[in-house]
Every structure is written in C-alpha cells, then in structure tokens.
C-alpha cells in the first residue's frame, strides 16, 4: 500500500476494544493517527502509536482539523462514548454545536448517523471496524460447556425480537428476560449497567445483545468481551445469546473459560426469520 493508503485514523473511545483494534492495525502496518477523549486511553494507545491526541468530546471541528492536518483519508471507530457524559461536556465547539442542532432525533443511531454524514462531506472514508476485526465477529453456535436449557432457548428466541423491535427505535442493543418477560432493556446507561439492574431484579436471566436493524454497521456495533461475563456473574445471569455475524466476541479464549467456570453459557445465535 502507498503512503497515504497506509495512514488510518482511529477514533478511539473508553474500554479495551479500541486498543483491541489499534493492535490489529498495527499487525497490518497501518501509520494509525489516533484521536481519544481520556488520558488514561491516550497511554494506553502509546503503545501502537506515537500520533495520538485528547481531545474533550465536543471538540468535533479539532477531530477534523487534526485528521486533515495529518493527511488521513480512512477513519475507524471503536469503543465506548458515554453520551450521559458527552452530555455534561463544556461548551461545545461550532461544528459539534452545529451538527447537535442539525439533528431531529438525539438517539445514538441518530447522532453517529450524522456524525459520519459530516465526516463524509469532508472527504473522509468512513470503514467499518469488522474490516480489521473480521476473526473476533460472533459465529453461530455454542462456545460453552453448557448448553442452555430449552425454556432457555425460548427466552433467547423472545428477546431476540424485543431487542430487534428495541433496536429499531434507536434505543439500545441489549435486552434481557427470563421466562418470556422482559426485565430489562438496555438506554443510555450502557450494557454493563443494564445487566447488573437486572440482576437486581431477576435471577438466572438471559442476556440478549444484538445490532440494531437501523444501524450503519461502520459505527456501534455491539462488542463483548471479559468484562460482560464479569457484568454476568455479578448480576446471576445465566445465559449471553449475542446476534451472530453482527456482534464482536472480544478477549474471546478468556471470556469462555471464566463463564464454563461459572456454568454460563454463551451461543452466536441466528434468527430464523432472517
């Protein structure tokens, strides 16, 4: 590749899968330019990158200056922006100010939807992470020693379609139920958070997580990993079912191992209606 193909800009929110994804990046000798809203995320990037820039939230006409100042064309997302957060930012700048008022809706499929239609109208190429993350995408079936149950199965059927309709409406990608009820549906707390106020509710759920049917599969689609089986055990759950070929399995080997320690199964699953 040339030296312009070569440059990549990673737009990198909180969590271990955007770093996840700047390894990859790495492996494939990509020159990433990384932008980050922490500095805990900026030292962790360090190690795959010595181009890497902090900047708050509402700092989207900075993003686009040092992209374009770096001579990057091809950017990627990845990681967790708590918008409950984004939302106690200072005063943001013009162009984030600008695009805010643009928007009609304020949901995250809304917001990111019109964040690639600016980014796009600057010239960029806005590319999927499952491109540089193809081996970690959910395949069909069952990762774990235990199977679910057949009442358990019919839970993961049922809340497969609440969390399609859910998703839908832009509202959130994880829901969960137990015995054909919904406990919980995931808003803009976040999965982990949804999980855990389950728990306090309901024993021995099933977790639900899926891809939104609205959703530009570039931006936000859901990633698990070592920390949602944590999330699990925590709230005594019993069972993750995520939406195969449209959900990121990260920390993978790990992951499996601590939840056939804690009799949970995990399975890639597939509507039929599909």
């Known amino acids: 590749m040339d030296l312009e193909d070569n440059k990549i800009g990673l737009i990198a929110g909180e969590g271990e ?41 509402g700092q989207f006409g900075k993003l686009i200056e040092i992209f374009k100042e770096n001579g990057v064309k091809k950017l990627v997302f990845l990681g967790k922006i708590d918008k409950s957060q984004a939302l106690k930012v200072g005063i943001p700048d013009f162009r984030a100010l600008a695009l805010w008022r643009k928007l009609k809706i304020k949901e995250d499929n809304s917001i990111l939807k019109g964040v690639i239609e600016e980014l796009e109208n600057e010239g960029f190429i806005i590319k999927g992470p499952s491109e540089f993350l193809q081996e970690f995408l ?22 497969f379609k609440i969390a399609k309709i ?58 698990v990993g070592l920390k949602t089986i944590e999330t699990l055990i925590k ?17 993978k080997e790990s992951a499996i191992k601590l939840a056939d320690k804690n009799n949970i199964s995990i399975v890639g699953y597939k509507s039929k209606e599909e």
């Open 17 to 57: 899968f955007p770093i996840i994804l700047a390894q990859s990046l790495k492996d494939k000798n990509y020159e990433i330019i990384a932008v980050c809203f922490s500095n805990d995320q900026k030292e962790k990037l360090k190690k795959f990158t010595p181009q890497i820039f902090k900047i708050s939230i």
């Open 138 to 159: 959910t395949t069909e079936g069952i990762f774990t020693k235990r199977v679910p149950t057949k009442e358990e199965w019919e839970d993961i059927e049922y809340g």
């Open 166 to 223: 859910i998703g839908s409406l832009d509202i959130g990608q994880c829901v969960v139920v137990k015995n054909k009820m919904t406990v919980a549906i995931e808003a803009m707390e976040g999965t982990d958070a949804t999980i855990l106020r389950a728990g306090k509710l309901r024993k021995d759920t099933v977790v639900i997580k899926v891809a939104k049917p609205i959703q530009d599969l570039r931006m936000d689609l859901p990633v």
């Open 235 to 251: 709230a005594q759950a019993k069972v993750l079912a995520l939406e195969a070929g449209k959900t990121f399995f990260l920390q």
